[in-house]
């Protein structure tokens, strides 16, 4: 241990994506938020998010997931714009660092 170890907190460096564990940090949000309307026999736009396979398979417009580039993945532009959830609050800007930065770090499932 460091006699001097005040300064070792992991600060966020802006632009550099924090690692994201997908059964922690990315399916509690789309359980709580997305699956009520993407999730059971007929999902909404044909977008299925409950599980890693399904998400990865996309809905009606294709992949909605491109790993390692979030600017280019739908499923992250619609809650950075807004457009979903389809029903009730935005996600947080946390929710919506976590979804992206998950993408950005190669959408693993782990
Ligand atoms: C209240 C229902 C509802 C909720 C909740 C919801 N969606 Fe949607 N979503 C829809 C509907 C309906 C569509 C089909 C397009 C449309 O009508 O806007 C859609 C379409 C999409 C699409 C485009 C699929 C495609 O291939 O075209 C994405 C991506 C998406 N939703 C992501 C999400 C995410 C992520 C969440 C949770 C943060 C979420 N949605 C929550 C209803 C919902």
Not at 77 to 100: E, F, H, R, W, Y
Request: charged share 15%; net charge neutral.
């Amino acid at each position: 241990m460091s006699a001097c170890s005040t300064n070792q907190a992991t600060e966020p460096v802006s632009g550099s994506p924090s690692p994201v564990n997908f059964s922690l940090d990315v399916a509690p949000i789309l359980n709580n938020r997305c699956i009520k309307c993407h999730g059971g026999t007929q999902p909404s736009g044909s977008l299925d998010l409950s599980s890693y396979t399904a998400i990865m398979a996309g809905g009606k417009t294709g992949t909605v997931i491109n790993p390692g580039n979030s600017d280019k993945s739908l499923l992250v532009s619609m809650v950075t714009s807004g457009k979903m959830p389809k029903s009730g609050a935005k996600l947080t800007p946390d929710q919506i660092k976590i979804l992206s930065d998950w993408v950005d770090t190669g959408a693993q499932d782990n």
